[in-house]
């Protein structure tokens, strides 16, 4: 893969992070592609053929935000990982199904809720900041904790 393409779409990106104060996404796709290596390497590999062959090429030359595109990389993780539904939580609390193409909110937490109940929650995408709402909704259905009363 070209370095030179990588830097330019990993500078795209750190741009508009820094211009929208979010958060940067890529440390859980990472902790993701590590789990999905170990257990789907045929997933993995397609995975990384995304990354080189569409991502990488597509934020460099400007044709897609850089936010979105990797939005929409973390959701092939995750669902690669396991299937369920992608939703977006506002600042309230409320979820909403995710759709992929119908806007980024920057304010919303996206997560991937597998069908597999026993699983917790992926993250796609975390506000810069999360609100009251999110943190609770992000400690049950990601971190797995709960308050006993």
Do not use: C
């Not at 092939?76 to 759709?99: F, H």
């Amino acid at each position: 893969m070209n370095s030179d393409l990588t830097d330019k779409a990993d500078q795209l990106l750190v741009s508009a992070l820094r211009a929208v104060s979010a958060r940067d996404p890529r440390e859980f796709y990472r902790d993701q592609l590590r789990e999905l290596k170990e257990l789907n390497p045929e997933d993995y590999e397609d995975a990384v053929s995304y990354y080189r062959g569409t991502l990488i090429p597509t934020v460099a030359s400007g044709e897609v935000e850089p936010l979105v595109a990797w939005t929409k990389y973390g959701r092939r993780l995750a669902v690669a990982l396991a299937p369920g539904g992608t939703v977006q939580i506002d600042e309230t609390g409320r979820a909403s199904p995710y759709v992929e193409d119908g806007g980024l909110d920057l304010s919303a937490m996206i997560l991937h809720i597998p069908t597999d109940t026993k699983l917790k929650a992926r993250v796609v995408a975390l506000p810069a900041t999360l609100s009251s709402a999110q943190k609770a909704t992000y400690q049950v259905l990601v971190a797995g904790k709960q308050k006993s009363t």
